[in-house]
């Protein structure tokens, strides 16, 4: 297992168009980073430079310490799952899985205690010789990553592997990867746009947006100390609660709701006066929970079974809590919601970053 | 549901019937003439069926043009069967790098060259290249007649769809796995062409059995001749052999429509394939 | 973001698909593109001199003594005009057989109409035309002997001039139409059910579903089949040999067969000006229409 390296790659083409800016990483030796981020954020084209099937313009990518820019990527000792699985139509899934190993002349007996391990762990031993076309969606899927541990790389690259299943295979293959994960220890670079896959499975979260590095941090920092209204939005279903604000007098101005700052945040909010208010759903509660009271008037309620979405009218502004089930009060009903003022964030209005 | 009404079913029946009967008419026609002499079939054109069903036509055209029909037949299967593989492995391999490297401007260039050369009227490129074949050397053997009918633009456009469909992750997973070029072409991509070489293989077979216009031209005798020139000869000649010629005529039909039949449709879905948009 | 769609291959380098591309490339460079140069070169020589190793240039003469050559400019109007007569009816009747027989009126006879359709498409074009000038002989042949049992007035075939240009066509139509009428069945296998049912539920008519749901869907196949269409008409060459010899008094003398003849008497210049001819036109024509239809003139 190795580590990864990311000094300021680089990406742009015929030094026009830039896709990525610079980016900075340093993942430990088994690690899986999660790289997120919407479409077009670069997050495949960061992971398609550390496999080499991407040009570097410039910048350094380093497996355990080398610099691997110019080398093939058949010698980077990585291996990739692809999001279409691309396994070889005409070949089982035996030899599929053994592909690679035969073209670096692996004795035939190696070979076989690899891919049978492999398949056995992943429980596609019964079926070595058909050929995928027979297949399913997530026992391709399987065979794909089959390919990938027999190889034994240093490090392992997921693209988007669980984006073409239902959503049902796609929560079952999840753990599947998350045990994988935990029993061989490895390094895996992992690509998503699902924030759920990249909660549950990363040691930490890589969050891209249009070839920039936002955060980079565990996914608890990711959800409670966004850098960034673009993460902050990013993750949490249903997401924080952003909104306008006025600072004045050391409180945020929701219109006519005033919601007292810390000292340490009303100072770094500075100068300027409008900012972004964010606040979570789980962090708006109701009746004699300590929090800054505020009062509210219900716009809708949406019942979920365990608990019920309530989207209350807070001054100027519309926030959504997380109730209890057994919310019962229909719209229109003035209430008392209370604020944890730990979970209350500023983001400037600008740029985005929090405060 | 739509319904269709009897009579229109009946009508779309009739016409479809009319045309299918106007396509096959001219090898039936074809066939019952090549039993019948040329007296019979002058007297009578219409007869649907042959006074006799005797292969003596076979003797009179034994010999066309002073050199024997196995001949003929032989230098057929050989030209057409040599141009067909030679054909389809370069013509393969020559798709294949050019949709792994599209953008290369020799690529790019050659591909236009190619393109060109599909534009030339065919049947004229003989000139030229009956001086090609003389300032090369190859007039009169069998290599020149081969070379000159191996490219087609059918099989090109076949095989370039082909591969243009072939996943981009595949070939780099094959590209990670290890594999390098030589190896990415025979171990991974050549076993999931094969049907479409098959196909090209058979639609390039049937084309070039057809030709004779660049047999003819490329040739100094008839040593070299296949069977379709052997027609165009016993046709010109005066003294009109009727039976002849409908002989011959279904000498040559009779192998290239087995052939179709049999693979019908690989033939009309790898035949239309570069021009159906999609 | 519109740079995705930038996407360029690493680095490409070239190193084996130079081996690769090397037979593909010299079969073309010495039949395809040298033939063709080497055609052009000798449009400017004196044809008693083209095969000698350094013929004699006469520049444009040659295309000036085939442009005041009667034959061949009635000889290129008749091509041009055959051309487009062929394309237009080529197009519209496989257009009309594949609804036909896409329909829900032909349904199970659908493979063996397909069938009988593609059938002169490969078998030897040479056979087939053989056949059709027997069918056609004004005294032996099949058709006015079945016109003259049906009390219908005989056809003149190839033997008049003012029919040889249809009985041509006719030949031509049974050996290239099922190429476009399966092209066309592809095609509208292709096109989009949900929008006919749209229509259907919107009460449109039979007519008025082709009008505008299927027609606008298969306008690129349209255009590219007529350029097709329009190389290969261009091309009339086999036809003519097989059955008229460019006859009568050279109303089928179509400008590749012209040309052929001049090859055949050593009038090399000449008959490579010819070619030359034929082959602008058919450049500027197939680039022009395809330009047109890039720049949406045409759809």
Same mark, same amino acid.
């Given at each position: 297992?190795?580590?990864?390296?990311?000094?300021?790659?680089?990406?742009?083409?015929?030094?026009?168009?830039?896709?990525?800016?610079?980016?900075?990483?340093?993942?430990?030796?088994?690690?899986?980073?999660?790289?997120?981020?919407?479409?077009?954020?670069?997050?495949?084209?960061?992971?398609?430079?550390?496999?080499?099937?991407?040009?570097?313009?410039?910048?350094?990518?380093?497996?355990?310490?080398?610099?691997?820019?110019?080398?093939?990527?058949?010698?980077?000792?990585?291996?990739?799952?692809?999001?279409?699985?691309?396994?070889?139509?005409?070949?089982?899934?035996?030899?599929?899985?053994?592909?690679?190993?035969?073209?670096?002349?692996?004795?035939?007996?190696?070979?076989?205690?690899?891919?049978?391990?492999?398949?056995?762990?992943?429980?596609?031993?019964?079926?070595?010789?058909?050929?995928?076309?027979?297949?399913?969606?997530?026992?391709?899927?399987?065979?794909?990553?089959?390919?990938?541990?027999?190889?034994?790389?240093?490090?392992?690259?997921?693209?988007?592997?669980?984006?073409?299943?239902?959503?049902?295979?796609?929560?079952?293959?999840?753990?599947?990867?998350?045990?994988?994960?935990?029993?061989?220890?490895?390094?895996?670079?992992?690509?998503?746009?699902?924030?759920?896959?990249?909660?549950?499975?990363?040691?930490?979260?890589?969050?891209?947006?249009?070839?920039?590095?936002?955060?980079?941090?565990?996914?608890?920092?990711?959800?409670?100390?966004?850098?960034?209204?673009?993460?902050?939005?990013?993750?949490?279903?249903?997401?924080?609660?952003?909104?306008?604000?006025?600072?004045?007098?050391?409180?945020?101005?929701?219109?006519?709701?005033?919601?007292?700052?810390?000292?340490?945040?009303?100072?770094?909010?500075?100068?300027?006066?409008?900012?972004?208010?964010?606040?979570?759903?789980?962090?708006?509660?109701?009746?004699?929970?300590?929090?800054?009271?505020?009062?509210?008037?219900?716009?809708?309620?949406?019942?979920?079974?365990?608990?019920?979405?309530?989207?209350?009218?807070?001054?100027?502004?519309?926030?959504?809590?997380?109730?209890?089930?057994?919310?019962?009060?229909?719209?229109?009903?003035?209430?008392?919601?209370?604020?944890?003022?730990?979970?209350?964030?500023?983001?400037?209005?600008?740029?985005?970053?929090?405060? | 549901?739509?319904?269709?009404?009897?009579?229109?079913?009946?009508?779309?029946?009739? /016409?479809?019937?009319?045309?299918?009967?106007?396509?096959?008419?001219?090898?039936?026609?074809?066939? /019952?003439?090549?039993?019948?002499?040329?007296?019979?079939?002058?007297?009578? &054109?219409?007869?649907?069926?042959?006074?006799?069903?005797?292969?003596? /036509?076979?003797?009179?055209?034994?010999?066309?043009?002073?050199?024997?029909?196995?001949?003929?037949?032989?230098?057929?299967?050989?030209?057409?069967?040599?141009?067909?593989?030679?054909?389809?492995?370069?013509?393969?391999?020559?798709?294949?790098?050019?949709?792994?490297?599209?953008?290369?401007?020799?690529?790019?260039?050659?591909?236009?060259?190619?393109?060109?050369?599909?534009?030339?009227?065919?049947?004229?490129? /003989?000139?030229?290249?009956?001086?090609?074949?003389?300032?090369?050397?190859?007039?009169?053997?069998?290599?020149?007649?081969?070379?000159?009918?191996?490219?087609?633009?059918?099989?090109?456009?076949?095989?370039?769809?082909?591969?243009?469909?072939?996943?981009?992750?595949?070939?780099?997973?094959?590209?990670?796995?290890?594999?390098?070029?030589?190896?990415?072409?025979?171990?991974?991509?050549?076993? #999931?062409?094969?049907?479409?070489?098959?196909?090209?293989?058979?639609?390039?077979?049937?084309?070039?059995?057809?030709?004779?216009? &660049?047999?003819?031209?490329?040739?100094?005798?008839?040593?070299?001749?296949?069977?379709?020139?052997?027609?165009?000869?016993?046709?010109?000649?005066?003294?009109?052999?009727?039976?002849?010629?409908?002989?011959?005529?279904?000498?040559?039909?009779?192998?290239?429509?087995?052939?179709?039949?049999?693979?019908?449709?690989?033939? #009309?879905?790898?035949?239309?394939?570069?021009?159906?948009?999609? | 973001?519109?740079?995705?769609?930038?996407?360029?291959?690493?680095?490409?380098?070239?190193?084996? *698909?130079?081996?690769?591309?090397?037979?593909?490339?010299?079969?073309?460079?010495?039949?395809? @593109?040298?033939?063709?140069?080497?055609?052009?070169?000798?449009?400017?020589?004196?044809?008693?001199?083209?095969?000698?190793?350094?013929?004699?240039?006469?520049?444009?003469?040659?295309?000036?003594?085939? *442009?005041?050559?009667?034959?061949?400019?009635?000889?290129?109007?008749?091509?041009?005009?055959?051309?487009?007569?062929?394309?237009?009816?080529?197009?519209?009747?496989?257009?009309?057989?594949?609804?036909?027989?896409?329909?829900?009126?032909?349904?199970?006879?659908?493979?063996?109409?397909?069938?009988?359709?593609?059938?002169?498409?490969?078998?030897? +074009?040479?056979?087939?035309?053989?056949?059709?000038?027997?069918?056609?002989?004004?005294?032996?042949?099949?058709?006015?002997? =079945?016109?003259? $049992?049906?009390?219908?007035?005989?056809?003149?075939?190839?033997?008049?001039?003012?029919?040889?240009?249809?009985?041509?066509?006719?030949?031509?139509?049974?050996?290239?139409?099922? *190429?476009?009428?399966?092209?066309?069945?592809?095609?509208?296998?292709?096109?989009?059910?949900?929008?006919? $049912?749209?229509? +259907?539920?919107?009460?449109?008519?039979?007519?008025?579903? *082709?009008?505008?749901? @299927?027609?606008?869907?298969?306008?690129?196949?349209?255009?590219?089949?007529? @350029?097709?269409?329009?190389?290969?008409?261009?091309?009339?060459?086999?036809?003519?040999?097989?059955?008229?010899?460019?006859?009568?008094? +050279?109303?089928?003398?179509?400008?590749?067969?012209?040309?052929?003849?001049?090859? +055949?008497?050593?009038?090399?210049? $000449?008959?490579? =000006?010819?070619?030359? @001819?034929?082959?602008?036109?058919?450049?500027?024509?197939?680039?022009?229409?395809?330009?047109?239809?890039?720049?949406?003139?045409?759809?």
């Amino acid at each position: 297992m190795a580590s990864v390296e990311l000094r300021q790659v680089t990406k742009s083409y015929d030094g026009k168009a830039t896709v990525i800016h610079g980016i900075d990483l340093q993942i430990s030796h088994g690690e899986m980073a999660v790289f997120v981020g919407p479409s077009g954020c670069g997050k495949s084209t960061l992971l398609r430079m550390i496999a080499g099937l991407e040009d570097i313009s410039s910048g350094d990518v380093l497996i355990d310490g080398q610099r691997v820019n110019d080398v093939h990527p058949r010698n980077r000792d990585i291996a990739m799952v692809f999001q279409d699985y691309a396994l070889y139509p005409h070949k089982s899934l035996y030899d599929n899985m053994a592909f690679g190993l035969r073209l670096r002349k692996t004795p035939e007996a190696e070979i076989r205690s690899r891919v049978m391990d492999a398949a056995r762990l992943l429980r596609i031993d019964h079926m070595l010789e058909r050929r995928p076309a027979s297949l399913s969606g997530g026992q391709r899927q399987r065979v794909a990553i089959g390919r990938a541990i027999v190889r034994q790389p240093k490090v392992f690259l997921f693209d988007e592997p669980l984006s073409n299943l239902d959503a049902q295979l796609r929560a079952e293959m999840r753990t599947e990867i998350k045990k994988l994960h935990q029993r061989l220890g490895a390094t895996i670079i992992y690509v998503t746009h699902d924030q759920v896959e990249a909660m549950t499975l990363a040691d930490r979260i890589a969050v891209l947006r249009a070839g920039h590095k936002v955060q980079y941090a565990t996914p608890q920092q990711i959800y409670n100390t966004p850098a960034a209204v673009f993460v902050a939005a990013f993750t949490g279903s249903p997401p924080m609660n952003l909104v306008p604000c006025r600072i004045e007098g050391g409180q945020a101005l929701l219109g006519d709701a005033a919601v007292p700052l810390p000292p340490a945040l009303v100072h770094r909010a500075g100068a300027a006066t409008t900012h972004t208010f964010g606040i979570r759903p789980e962090a708006i509660g109701l009746g004699e929970l300590p929090g800054i009271a505020l009062p509210a008037r219900v716009v809708i309620t949406e019942p979920l079974g365990a608990e019920t979405l309530v989207t209350f009218q807070v001054g100027d502004a519309e926030l959504v809590a997380r109730c209890n089930a057994q919310f019962q009060h229909p719209p229109g009903t003035a209430l008392t919601v209370r604020l944890a003022p730990e979970a209350i964030h500023l983001f400037d209005r600008a740029s985005g970053q929090a405060l | 549901m739509h319904h269709p009404a009897r009579w229109q079913k009946i009508l779309a029946w009739g /016409v479809a019937g009319l045309v299918s009967f106007v396509c096959l008419y001219p090898y039936y026609w074809m066939l /019952v003439s090549a039993f019948r002499t040329s007296k019979a079939i002058l007297a009578s &054109p219409l007869r649907p069926w042959p006074e006799t069903l005797s292969l003596d /036509v076979l003797r009179e055209i034994a010999m066309v043009g002073g050199t024997p029909l196995w001949r003929y037949a032989l230098n057929s299967l050989v030209i057409t069967g040599a141009s067909t593989v030679l054909g389809v492995l370069v013509t393969a391999l020559g798709a294949y790098a050019l949709v792994r490297r599209p953008h290369f401007w020799a690529f790019r260039l050659l591909r236009a060259g190619f393109m060109v050369t599909i534009m030339y009227p065919y049947m004229l490129l /003989v000139i030229p290249v009956y001086i090609v074949m003389f300032k090369l050397g190859l007039l009169g053997s069998y290599s020149g007649i081969v070379l000159f009918l191996a490219l087609g633009p059918i099989q090109f456009f076949l095989l370039e769809q082909f591969f243009q469909t072939i996943p981009k992750s595949i070939i780099e997973a094959a590209v990670i796995d290890g594999a390098n070029e030589a190896q990415i072409l025979f171990s991974v991509v050549m076993p #999931m062409a094969m049907p479409v070489v098959a196909t090209a293989a058979i639609i390039t077979f049937l084309l070039n059995w057809a030709q004779w216009l &660049p047999v003819m031209v490329v040739s100094r005798s008839p040593d070299t001749y296949t069977l379709p020139v052997a027609l165009m000869n016993l046709n010109g000649e005066l003294g009109v052999n009727f039976q002849g010629i409908m002989a011959l005529s279904v000498l040559i039909t009779i192998p290239v429509t087995l052939f179709f039949l049999i693979a019908q449709r690989r033939v #009309m879905s790898g035949m239309t394939a570069g021009a159906v948009k999609g | 973001m519109a740079v995705a769609a930038l996407q360029t291959p690493r680095a490409p380098a070239i190193g084996v *698909f130079w081996l690769f591309v090397l037979p593909f490339a010299a079969l073309t460079a010495v039949f395809g @593109v040298w033939p063709i140069v080497l055609s052009i070169q000798t449009s400017f020589t004196l044809s008693s001199s083209a095969l000698k190793p350094s013929p004699t240039w006469v520049g444009f003469a040659n295309y000036l003594a085939i *442009f005041a050559d009667p034959v061949f400019v009635a000889s290129l109007w008749r091509t041009l005009l055959y051309t487009f007569l062929a394309v237009t009816s080529t197009i519209v009747l496989a257009l009309l057989y594949a609804l036909l027989l896409n329909s829900a009126l032909v349904g199970r006879g659908r493979t063996f109409f397909k069938l009988a359709v593609f059938l002169p498409v490969v078998t030897p +074009d040479i056979a087939g035309y053989v056949v059709w000038r027997w069918l056609f002989d004004q005294s032996f042949g099949a058709i006015n002997i =079945a016109l003259a $049992e049906l009390h219908l007035p005989t056809f003149g075939g190839l033997a008049s001039t003012s029919t040889v240009l249809q009985a041509v066509l006719v030949a031509e139509l049974w050996h290239h139409l099922g *190429f476009y009428v399966v092209i066309f069945l592809a095609n509208l296998a292709l096109c989009d059910k949900g929008q006919m $049912e749209a229509a +259907d539920i919107d009460g449109a008519t039979a007519l008025q579903k *082709f009008w505008h749901v @299927v027609l606008p869907q298969l306008r690129p196949a349209l255009l590219v089949n007529s @350029v097709y269409a329009l190389i290969q008409y261009l091309k009339t060459f086999t036809v003519v040999a097989v059955m008229t010899k460019g006859g009568p008094n +050279d109303s089928t003398n179509f400008l590749s067969y012209y040309a052929y003849q001049l090859f +055949d008497q050593g009038r090399y210049g $000449e008959a490579t =000006a010819m070619a030359t @001819v034929l082959f602008a036109i058919v450049i500027v024509l197939a680039v022009g229409l395809m330009h047109m239809q890039a720049r949406g003139k045409l759809t």
